[in-house]
């Protein structure tokens, strides 16, 4: 079992950056694939970056692509998510989720991760 816990949320006008961190517990941090969701106010959690459990396979939702970088560190058992260039439309509460796998494949749906975050708010003033 793992427990991940956010930080790094907060204000930021438009065309700034942030920079999200989501520690695991646990010694097994390199045998889960990461993913990193979304939830805006009155829409569904949406996913918008996934890492596979070595860091070699990244891969983003379109509306993310180009402006944020999704990368972690095993002997931290941190994944992050740099976010650049944000936009109002940003606005949402950000989870990380963890899928335990050392399968490579892309993970997109929240119904293929075990474990979750509890969110930390990102707020996009324009």
């Known amino acids: 079992q793992v427990q991940l816990v956010e930080s790094g949320g907060g204000l930021v006008q438009a065309g700034g950056s942030l920079s999200l961190s989501c520690a695991a517990s646990?010694?097994?941090?390199?045998?889960?694939?990461m993913g990193w969701f979304r939830q805006a106010p009155g829409k569904e959690r949406e996913f918008i970056a996934g890492?596979?459990?070595?860091?070699?396979?990244?891969y983003y939702a379109d509306s993310v692509k180009g402006r944020f970088t999704i990368s972690r560190d095993n002997a931290k058992n941190t994944v992050y998510l740099q976010m650049n260039s944000l936009r109002p439309e940003d606005t949402a509460v950000y989870y990380c989720?963890?899928?335990?796998?050392?399968?490579?494949?892309?993970?997109?749906?929240?119904?293929?991760?075990?474990?979750w975050g509890q969110g930390t708010q990102v707020t996009v003033s324009s």
């Open positions: 646990g010694r097994t941090f390199s045998t889960y694939a």
């Open positions: 989720a963890a899928r335990y796998t050392r399968e490579s494949g892309t993970y997109t749906s929240m119904k293929e991760y075990n474990y």
């Open positions: 890492i596979s459990w070595s860091g070699r396979n990244t």
